[in-house]
């Protein structure tokens, strides 16, 4: 079917508002990792999903942001209270899994976050 | 967690030259994988690399990785406009891939 799709593309909000990104993943995918991308920076990982669960959200950088998958297909990113720094793209990706070393992953087009 | 260097950061060549770009890593890998990235767009998959000294091609592309399985390498011959985007490597251990910070191609006519 369809790749992996995220809403909204753009997002702008003021600090201190609170924003939900979406992400469907392809139909299938048991694996479901969310990124964030700085400028000039390559992905950075914040946490995967293996159907429903979140098995590693390590990389989160604060209690602010919050995932979940409760379905084990579409997820949502939350970050309450957002600030400056929370501008950047936020990528979703699925894959085939579980894995056992990396498998290849499916990127959405992102939403591109602008706190001001 | 996993680090990797990935050299140069920027890269421009004349179209028609070649281009390399290099991936490093201090620990041994399992495997590697290489995505494109072009301006204002999503990594879209390459290649995964297993294998010690493991060569792959696809069409003007060639991917290495080396035999202690530290470093891994993308080469295009003769690039083309088309060719212009960041290339990342991604490695990982277990499920957690951790992305350089790419390569960015720019070409000129």
């Known amino acids: 079917g369809a790749g992996v799709s995220q809403s909204p593309r753009y997002k702008v909000a003021k600090r201190g508002q609170d924003v939900a990104l979406r992400c469907d993943p392809i139909s299938g995918h048991v694996s479901l990792f969310w990124y964030q991308q700085a400028l000039g920076q390559g992905p950075e990982f914040l946490t995967y999903f293996q159907n429903e669960a979140q098995l590693d959200k390590s990389g989160l950088p604060s209690d602010r942001f919050f995932a979940e998958r409760p379905e084990g297909s579409v997820s949502t990113l939350k970050i309450q209270r957002t600030q400056q720094e929370d501008s950047a793209v936020y990528l979703c990706?699925?894959?085939?899994?579980?894995?056992?070393?990396?498998?290849?992953?499916?990127f959405g087009p992102g939403t591109r976050l602008t706190v001001t | 967690g996993q680090q990797v260097m990935q050299i140069p950061q920027y890269q421009h060549v004349q179209e028609g030259e070649d281009f390399t770009t290099y991936c490093n890593s201090s620990?041994?890998?399992?495997?590697i994988q290489w995505y494109k990235q072009r301006p204002g767009g999503h990594p879209v998959f390459l290649i995964q690399l297993v294998k010690s000294g493991e060569v792959k091609k696809q069409k003007r592309l060639t991917f290495q990785f080396g035999e202690a399985k530290k470093n891994s390498s993308l080469h295009i011959t003769a690039t083309q406009t088309t060719d212009v985007g960041t290339y990342f490597c991604?490695?990982?251990?277990?499920?957690?891939?951790?992305f350089g910070r790419g390569t960015s191609l720019i070409v000129h006519p």
């Open positions: 990706a699925s894959s085939l899994g579980p894995p056992a070393g990396l498998y290849e992953q499916y």
């Open positions: 991604a490695v990982g251990r277990s499920y957690i891939p951790t």
């Open positions: 620990t041994t890998l399992s495997n």
